[in-house]
């Protein structure tokens, strides 16, 4: 399972996510995710993960849904982060 075929499998509307399932370990339990962007931007950076067995991509270069939580300040995105606890990320 690559970064492409994860990204293929995301849901298409975050609606989604709760009841999508693991690409890796096909757990049901829906997949997390979180926006990250910047200050006076309506783009940022998506991270998407499973809690089951902690896999998960950043997608780069998202537009950020209006209305969407999304954490800009650098340190308030390290501390989710460090919450989220440690991640296989694919690249
Ligand atoms: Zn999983």
Request: one cysteine or more; aromatic letters at 14%; proline letters at 7%.
């Amino acid at each position: 399972m690559n970064y492409l075929d994860w990204l293929k499998t995301l849901p298409k509307s975050d609606a989604e996510y709760a009841t999508a399932p693991c690409p890796t370990c096909l757990a049901s339990c829906g997949l997390k995710y979180q926006y990250f962007g910047f200050a006076d931007s309506e783009f940022g950076w998506k991270l998407v993960w499973c809690a089951m067995c902690q896999t998960g991509i950043q997608v780069s270069r998202v537009r950020i849904p209006h209305g969407a939580p999304a954490i800009s300040d650098t340190v308030e995105q390290q501390r989710f982060i460090e919450e989220v606890g440690p991640l296989k990320l694919i690249f």
